[in-house]
């Protein structure tokens, strides 16, 4: 059973830090495409940050704010925020996607999500 948790979320002023972290089990962690997605409040779900296992994309929102990094041995994945702002209030998601490249199937997991609050 494949299962992704999700910790780090919280309160923060405006110019902080934040460091959420998922940590994944049931899954061959070094095959899959790991993400953050957030949801801000009344909005869709929205992509953040992937992380391949050759390639890392950001939006263009979070672009030299925020890293995301993983580790394949211990199958965490983590986002460092920094310099956060209020428009980052959301909840925060954490994804695993692999693409079976022979039926071409893509099997894709979800957290429970964390909230990260950015305000004064």
């Known amino acids: 059973q494949v299962q992704l948790v999700e910790s780090g979320g919280g309160l923060v002023q405006p110019g902080g830090s934040l460091r959420l972290s998922c940590a994944a089990s049931?899954?061959?962690?070094?095959?899959?495409?790991m993400s953050w997605y957030r949801q801000p409040p009344g909005k869709e779900r929205e992509l953040v940050a992937t992380?391949?296992?050759?390639?890392?994309n950001y939006a263009d929102s979070v672009k030299g704010r925020f890293t995301i990094s993983r580790d394949n041995g211990q199958k965490t994945v983590s986002l460092q925020m920094n310099s956060l702002k209020p428009e980052d209030t959301a909840v925060y998601f954490c994804?695993?996607?692999?693409?079976?490249?022979?039926?071409?199937?893509?099997?894709?997991?979800w957290g429970q999500g964390t909230e990260v609050t950015v305000s004064s």
């Open positions: 992380r391949t296992t050759g390639t890392t």
């Open positions: 994804n695993a996607r692999w693409r079976n490249p022979w039926t071409a199937r893509t099997y894709a997991y």
């Open positions: 049931g899954v061959t962690f070094s095959g899959y495409d």
